[in-house]
């Protein structure tokens, strides 16, 4: 994009400001109260024109020496001067609490979900949350109490997502200055990466790979009937036994005598890792909607045959991290 | 219709009401096209917002707006000036309804209506105009305030308590800052013309034939205070322009002739009265005084000729004055000999019969002073009458005057006398002004009226000018009693009006009175009742730093105390074990390991520890007296002191310490 010389001057000064106000504030912990030092004012475009007005109001009473004229210029100041304050008190004293985002994949959005808490007997009005340079969120919070929002945050590419600064701000009442503080969580989230359209077929997979494999039916045999165990899917309850014995009991599948499905690293032709981690991210999701136990194995790595939401994530996540480092092991959100 | 559009309506109803508002009082005085203008664009948007219909593009905006500038250009014939600047905001802020989508362009409408407000002030600040300053205000802030609020729009109650607690908060300030911001006199460039606002007063020029009905308008034209003995009514002449040119039809006004010493005062007469006068505003140059003026402060006031006191440049404003005068009806003064020829000019072939009488009459009498006393004689011998609705006056108004209608009033009266003294050679002139005043007893002044606008003459004799008032003669009562007693009993009921009746005159002066302070200490507030309010205060010389000290200081303290009282509001008394432990938690926070939400005091304790054990000593001692004062109910003010002792000394360092 093209820029004029101001801009790009003005883009250099924001940036000066958020290192400089990064060097003073260093990381934030994800759960913190606005303090207020750290709270910022400044006029905004409005409320310049506001002060021009004032200026000119000024000039035009002591011109015409209009009292009434000095007493609409001096109310106009005062109200000028009074929303400085409220604006800067609607931020002084909020609480924000970092809730935990969930995994996305690459191209998707990621919300991460936080309450802000308002531990005073007043309102706070139109709080304006967001991440640098993405879209905001308002959130009004009543009297003391809390509200929950998520805020979005395009997830181009898989990996760890390092979260940029959030700024939390508002322009109330009159929306002539802008309060605004910095924070800077240092979270980040986990991308997937983005799954291929299509793929080849998990039974043409699985045949490949193992000559004399069955037919699959997409269903595992039905075995039998166990006692309900912690852990167990409400899915697997026999509802129906239940009813009549009492006991929760839980259906039982065989895996049909089926060898358990590796999904292999050479398995996909691709022109590029990129391309070949999204088809075999597409097979993990395929061979999970199918209910089908498999493995995952990547050159340097490997995870055992297994089923199951936890076991998805756990491959998932390693398709993610391919070739990265896993750093943000450290910071597993609380999905 | 989904929410986001009623918003929608909502902002541009309250951006559409506050201009309503701001733009209400103009309407009497500006081109019907424009309020029409105004009206309908604003009709129109509001239905153009409620079926969301897209608004009209540039291509219609532009020439719209050109042609609004031709129009308002055409309308007035000029862009500047208060009447034409005002037609060009409403314009201006009817065009811009079309177009306001954006936050910006609602802000842009909001700051346009201050300067509408304004503009009505500049156009009348009576006591009600704080009415509409405070409206005004409101509405508009509201209309701010909505513009500004994403998502739904505040409901009409909250945002009307948001904008009224704002403006009651900034009230303060501006009381200090209308009293302490260092007022500096008089205009910085040129003011516009008046443009013929319809300022009523004196004029220059005296047509007494050319008027067939006189206002009788009950405005005021000044207000005195004596601060010394009241003069009889007789005495109660306020002198204006003085008119010593004459074309046979009418009298006129120039700022000519010798300039009287101020220290001329005409000795052997009764000392001077001294008062206060405040002259509301007529947009012409005169200053009013009681007859022969010696002495005065106005700052731009001179003494011109004909002991006329005089400003500088028009008067705009409501000016307050202090004044001492000579009562007694005679100016003793060295004139120069042209002036005084000059004050006997009649045109040649204007008024013949009258010159004829006058010269027969002067003949027959054995001195000048003889014959004029001989002329007010004939005033009042023969068939005169005084009226308000005299006939009009043909090429020879002097002569139809005298000899033909003999109905007039004093402008009527002192012209034809005049004119006969001029014809037998005595110098006279024609003096303007007022005459008489009346009483308010609700508070000690006086009010002069234009309905007391009296024409009189001054005739050289013997060295000094003497007044002569020749509706005396015919209406004595209109000199000792007023205007309404002068006339007859068919002519009065318009002139009393609703000061007839005495309830409602007591109520008409105590609104006047309200007035008169309302123009004493808020309009009249200027430099010179800063200067003195300031020396009240204890300032010995008040300079300009002092004032800007005085204002900063002073906004600064209420400012402070505001936001003292802000930050408190709505916090609840904490504990004072908590509010420690959360100093405590802060400090830990600021190293970057605060409490995790599911912690308990003793797990966060321990973690710490775990991480940073150089700090285990303080945290462990901490810890437990929190426990003790917390749960265990010791609130012993020892332990207390200890445990905040401990708190304050407790500061770790980002980095471990060695152990």
């Keep these: 994009m093209l820029r004029l010389p101001w801009q790009y001057a003005a883009a250099q000064i924001g940036d000066r400001g958020r290192r400089w106000a990064r060097r003073r504030q260093g990381v934030d ?5 606005l303090a207020r030092r750290r709270i910022y004012i400044l006029p905004t475009r409005t409320g310049l024109a506001y002060a021009l007005t004032v200026f000119v109001l000024l000039l035009g009473s002591m011109n015409y020496n209009n009292n009434m004229g000095f007493a609409l210029t001096f109310l106009l100041t005062g109200i000028g001067l009074v929303t400085m304050h409220h604006c800067h008190r609607n931020l002084v004293g909020l609480r924000l609490d970092f809730q935990g985002v969930a995994p996305v994949f690459a191209g998707q959005q990621a919300q991460f979900r936080f309450i802000a808490g308002n531990s005073r007997t007043m309102h706070r009005w139109q709080i304006r949350v967001a991440w640098d340079r993405s879209s905001p969120r308002y959130v009004d919070i009543g009297p003391l109490s809390d509200a929950r929002f998520s805020l979005p945050l395009d997830a181009p590419s898989r990996g760890w997502m390092q979260t940029p600064r959030l700024a939390v701000s508002t322009t109330f009442p009159l929306g002539l200055l802008r309060a605004w503080a910095w924070i800077n969580l240092d979270t980040t989230a986990l991308v997937y990466p983005k799954p291929a359209d299509s793929s080849p077929p998990l039974d043409v997979l699985s045949s490949a ?24 899917s409400p899915r697997r309850v026999a509802w129906k036994s239940v009813a009549r014995l009492g006991t929760l009991l839980v259906k039982e599948y065989r895996e049909g005598g089926r060898q358990p499905l590796w999904i292999e690293w050479n398995a996909v032709a691709a022109a590029n890792t990129e391309s070949r981690l999204s088809m075999l991210t597409r097979l993990v999701l395929d061979a999970h909607r199918e209910r089908q136990a498999f493995g995952l194995r990547l050159p340097g790595s490997a995870i055992a045959p297994q089923r199951g939401e936890q076991h998805v994530h ?10 990265q480092t896993d750093d943000g092991a450290s910071q597993e959100p609380s999905a | 219709m989904n929410a986001a ?38 009709t129109w948007r509001l239905f153009a917002e409620q079926r969301r219909w897209s608004l009209p593009s540039g291509w219609l905006r532009i020439p719209l707006a050109l042609f609004g500038l031709i129009a308002v250009i055409w309308t007035y014939r000029r862009i500047s000036g208060v009447q034409a600047g005002t037609a060009l905001l409403l314009v201006m802020v009817g065009l811009k309804l079309l177009e306001t989508r954006a936050e910006r362009d609602q802000a842009i409408v909001a700051l346009i209506c201050f300067f509408l407000l304004f503009a009505a002030f500049l156009r009348e600040q009576a006591i009600w105009s704080v009415g509409l300053l405070l409206l005004g205000t409101t509405f508009t802030i509201c209309a701010l305030l909505q513009s500004s609020v994403r998502g739904p729009p505040f409901p009409p109650r909250r945002s009307l308590m948001h904008a009224m607690v704002l403006i009651a908060q900034a009230i303060p300030l501006m009381l200090l800052l209308f009293f302490l911001f260092p007022r500096v006199p008089g205009p910085f460039w040129a003011l516009p013309a008046g443009g013929g606002s319809g300022i009523t007063g004196l004029s220059d020029t005296v047509n007494p034939g050319d008027i067939s009905s006189l206002s009788r308008s009950d405005a005021v034209a000044f207000r005195v205070r004596f601060e010394s003995a009241v003069p009889e009514p007789r005495e109660r002449y306020w002198r204006g322009p003085v008119m010593s040119f004459f074309n046979g039809r009418s009298w006129a006004w120039r700022d000519r002739g010798l300039r009287p010493r101020a220290d001329a005062a005409t000795p052997g007469h009764a000392a001077t009265v001294n008062y206060e006068l405040i002259l509301e505003p007529h947009g012409r140059r005169w200053l009013l005084a009681l007859e022969t003026p010696v002495q005065w402060d106005a700052p731009r006031g001179y003494l011109a000729g004909g002991y006329q006191l005089m400003n500088q440049t028009p008067i705009r404003q409501r000016i307050a004055y202090r004044a001492g005068s000579v009562t007694g009806g005679i100016n003793r003064i060295d004139e120069h000999p042209r002036y005084l020829q000059a004050n006997t000019f009649l045109p040649p072939a204007s008024n013949p019969n009258s010159v004829a009488m006058a010269q027969r009459l002067r003949r027959a009498a054995t001195s000048d002073r003889a014959y004029l006393m001989e002329l007010l004689r004939m005033f009042r011998r023969e068939a005169f009458y005084y009226t308000l609705s005299p006939q009009l006056l043909g090429d020879n108004p002097v002569d139809e005057f005298l000899f033909e209608t003999r109905k007039g009033f004093c402008e009527h009266y002192a012209s034809a006398f005049a004119v006969l003294a001029r014809a037998a050679g005595i110098p006279a002139r024609l003096v303007t002004g007022y005459q008489g005043a009346e009483r308010n007893p609700l508070a000690d002044y006086w009010i002069v009226r234009q309905s007391n606008a009296h024409a009189w003459t001054e005739v050289w004799l013997d060295g000094a000018w003497l007044r002569f008032d020749p509706t005396a003669a015919v209406a004595p009562e209109r000199i000792e009693y007023g205007l309404e007693e002068a006339l007859p009993a068919g002519e009065r009921d318009g002139i009393r009006g609703l000061r007839g009746n005495p309830v409602l005159n007591r109520l008409v002066l105590s609104w006047d009175a309200v007035n008169a302070a309302w123009n004493q200490w808020v309009l009249g507030f200027g430099p010179e009742v800063q200067r003195s309010l300031l020396q009240s205060l204890g300032f010995t010389k008040p300079s300009w730093s002092d004032l800007v000290a005085a204002m900063m200081t002073s906004c600064a303290v209420f400012l402070a105390a505001l936001a003292f009282m802000l930050g ?9 074990v908590l509010r420690q432990y959360r100093r405590f938690c802060n400090r830990l926070a600021n190293i970057g390991r605060g409490p995790q939400p599911a912690e308990g005091p003793s797990d966060f304790a321990r973690a710490v520890i775990g991480v940073r054990p150089d700090l285990a000593g303080d945290i462990v001692a901490i810890n437990a007296l929190y426990l003790q004062l917390r749960y265990e109910g010791m609130t012993a003010a020892d332990r207390l002191a200890e445990f905040t002792e401990r708190i304050r000394r407790f500061r770790p360092s980002r980095r471990r310490q060695p152990d």
């Design chain 2, 5 to 42: 559009a009623t918003g929608d309506v909502v902002r541009i109803a309250w951006l559409i009401g506050a201009m309503l508002v701001a733009s209400a009082p103009h309407f009497p005085f500006v081109s019907p096209w424009i309020i029409a203008l105004v009206l309908s664009i604003a």
């Design chain 1, 209 to 232: 790979q193992d000559a004399g494999g069955q037919q699959q039916s997409g269903d595992d045999e039905f075995s039998g009937l166990r006692e309900f165990r912690p852990g167990d």
């Design chain 2, 568 to 576: 408190r509001a709505g916090v609840r008394p904490v504990d004072p």
């Design chain 1, 314 to 323: 756990q491959c998932l996540r390693q398709l993610a991290t391919f070739g």
């Design chain 1, 29 to 33: 912990p994800q759960r913190l109260e």
